[in-house]
């Protein structure tokens, strides 16, 4: 039986207040039994801190004195759980609920394709569960990452496990041999990109991702139109194209780069 690790997206403030019951309850609904629980508690006090391990007394409870953000945060415990001999790592928001065979579904196809490095669950909305949150994320030729077939109806005929871009980082599954290959979460990144920089890197070492759409999560998702989220998406998606594209395609890709930053 293989050793796995889940580790619920770090909490931040009053997070888990609204988010960790429901998404907790179905981690513990699953049919595979056989997982040890990792919260981190970004910009950790006392009360946060307590009401994560009251939560979840069978959870290890990382608590961090700043806000790491989404990439530093998971880090924290990534680490850990690196030196432990697990063989995979579930990383799973927790604005999230997943359905009992969530786990045992990425595990079997994570299995059956070793050159897996991270397979992504089928990301469904909440509460329009047949709503389609993510069916794998793909990349622009600008950088801009986005969800595959977002707000669509599902179809059953979807199901098979295929290839994608990138996993989003709401709900998969790592093969700890691949993250020991290519590294962790760019810190630099800090929140959005920071998933689609890590199967850049899977692929460009010849590591796959694929999606397991039988592994079904329900994501409480809330598309925010702020200031602050265009900033960060925008910044870490030039700092992903500089880190993987190559200057002549740097070169080529200027004029209408400009033209859409003026934009």
């Given at each position: 039986?293989?050793?796995?690790?889940?580790?619920?997206?770090?909490?931040?403030?009053?997070?888990?207040?609204?988010?960790?019951?429901?998404?907790?309850?179905?981690?513990?609904?699953?049919?595979?039994?056989?997982?040890?629980?990792?919260?981190?508690?970004?910009?950790?006090?006392?009360?946060?801190?307590?009401?994560?391990?009251?939560?979840?007394?069978?959870?290890?409870?990382?608590?961090?004195?700043?806000?790491?953000?989404?990439?530093?945060?998971?880090?924290?415990?990534?680490?850990?759980?690196?030196?432990?001999?697990?063989?995979?790592?579930?990383?799973?928001?927790?604005?999230?609920?997943?359905?009992?065979?969530?786990?045992?579904?990425?595990?079997a196809a994570a299995e059956a394709y070793p050159q897996a490095?991270?397979?992504?669950?089928?990301?469904?909305?909440?509460?329009?569960?047949?709503?389609?949150?993510?069916?794998?994320?793909?990349?622009?030729?600008?950088?801009?990452?986005?969800?595959?077939?977002?707000?669509?109806?599902?179809?059953?005929?979807?199901?098979?496990?295929?290839?994608?871009?990138?996993?989003?980082?709401?709900g998969v599954l790592y093969r700890v041999k691949a993250l020991?290959?290519?590294?962790?979460?760019?810190?630099?990144?800090?929140?959005?990109?920071?998933?689609?920089?890590?199967?850049?890197?899977?692929?460009?070492?010849?590591?796959?991702?694929?999606?397991?759409?039988?592994?079904?999560?329900?994501?409480?998702?809330?598309?925010?139109?702020?200031?602050?989220?265009?900033?960060?998406?925008?910044?870490?998606?030039?700092?992903?194209?500089?880190?993987?594209?190559?200057?002549?395609?740097?070169?080529?890709?200027?004029?209408?780069?400009?033209?859409?930053?003026?934009?």
């Open positions: 039986m293989v050793k796995v690790a889940v580790l619920v997206s770090p909490n931040y403030k009053d997070y888990a207040k609204k988010y960790l019951a429901d998404c907790l309850a179905s981690l513990r609904a699953q049919t595979y039994k056989e997982f040890d629980l990792f919260l981190v508690d970004n910009e950790s006090t006392l009360e946060t801190c307590l009401l994560l391990q009251s939560s979840a007394p069978e959870a290890t409870v990382i608590p961090l004195e700043k806000n790491e953000g989404f990439a530093g945060g998971n880090n924290a415990a990534l680490k850990i759980i690196l030196v432990q001999n697990y063989d995979y790592v579930f990383l799973v928001n927790m604005d999230t609920v997943s359905e009992p065979n969530c786990l045992s579904e990425l595990i490095a991270a397979v992504q669950v089928r990301l469904m909305l909440w509460p329009d569960k047949q709503l389609i949150n993510s069916l794998g994320n793909q990349t622009h030729f600008l950088g801009f990452g986005f969800g595959k077939d977002y707000r669509k109806t599902f179809c059953a005929k979807d199901n098979a496990i295929k290839e994608i871009c990138y996993a989003s980082g709401a020991k290959s290519v590294g962790l979460y760019d810190e630099e990144i800090w929140m959005y990109n920071e998933d689609q920089d890590i199967c850049l890197r899977f692929w460009l070492a010849l590591w796959q991702t694929i999606i397991a759409p039988r592994a079904v999560v329900y994501h409480k998702y809330e598309f925010s139109r702020s200031i602050t989220k265009y900033y960060w998406m925008d910044r870490n998606r030039i700092i992903v194209m500089l880190k993987h594209y190559r200057l002549a395609t740097l070169i080529v890709l200027a004029p209408i780069f400009l033209l859409v930053e003026l934009g």
